[in-house]
T-cell receptor
């Protein structure tokens, strides 16, 4: 398996623009997570999907952020409008629900909003 | 709220010596994970510790879990340069949420 695949790897956009990050989880995994990593706040869980259903979005910073998972093999995280403080590395991770629950992370998308 | 504290946050290691990273967490959990992150890279799973007293070893790394003390340790034996990275511990809450520590940045010098 290729692992969790994210695109794009790098994104530079201007403040106010819409940004869409994409994720393909590991085949067969039924849990998907979006994390954000910054120097100041470390790794933060933004949203958690189980079987394509959003279970916990309490980490989504504000209404500018939205996430979807239309099927088991694809998820998006959208920021509209983007702001400079959204600059961070965004990771998607997937896992198979069970005792282990180990999350496998994608390579991340480094977002810079100027 | 579950808090996960790692120490030290920065660790300069000398090649060939032994070191320990500590991970304390504030509420009950019986699953703890250790991850490694190289600069600019993703997080790589190192260990999953599922029960009190669990010990896992891989090469020069050994992780253990004491759920009663709410403490996990990552022991590094005879440090080598390729162990330079940031190491995170993470604790599960509500059966799915991983709460991460701040990370320990390890630099191994000759």
């Amino acid at each position: 398996d290729a692992g969790v695949i994210q695109s794009p790897r790098h994104e530079v956009t201007e403040m106010g623009q819409e940004v869409t990050l994409r994720c393909k989880p590991i085949s067969g995994h039924n849990s998907l997570f979006w994390y954000r990593q910054t120097m100041m706040r470390g790794l933060e869980l933004l949203i958690y999907f189980n079987n394509n259903v959003p279970i916990d979005d309490s980490g989504m910073p504000e209404d500018r952020f939205s996430a979807k998972m239309p099927n088991a093999s694809f998820s998006t995280l959208k920021i509209q409008p983007s702001e400079p403080r959204d600059s961070a590395v965004y990771f998607c991770a997937s896992s198979l629900q069970g005792l282990d629950l180990r999350a496998f992370f994608g390579q991340g998308t480094r977002l810079t909003v100027v | 709220e579950l808090k996960v504290e790692q120490n030290p946050l920065f660790l300069s290691m000398q090649e060939g010596k032994n070191y320990t990273i500590y991970c304390n967490y504030s509420t009950t959990s019986d699953r703890l994970y250790w991850y490694r992150q190289d600069p600019g890279k993703s997080l790589e799973s190192l260990f999953v510790l599922l029960s009190n007293g669990a010990v896992k070893q891989e090469g020069r790394l050994m992780a253990s879990l004491d759920t009663k003390a709410r403490l996990s340790t990552l022991h590094i034996t005879a440090a080598v340069h390729d162990l330079s990275a940031t190491y995170f511990c993470a604790v599960v809450r509500n059966d799915y949420k991983l709460s991460f520590g701040a990370g320990t940045t390890v630099t191994v010098r000759a």
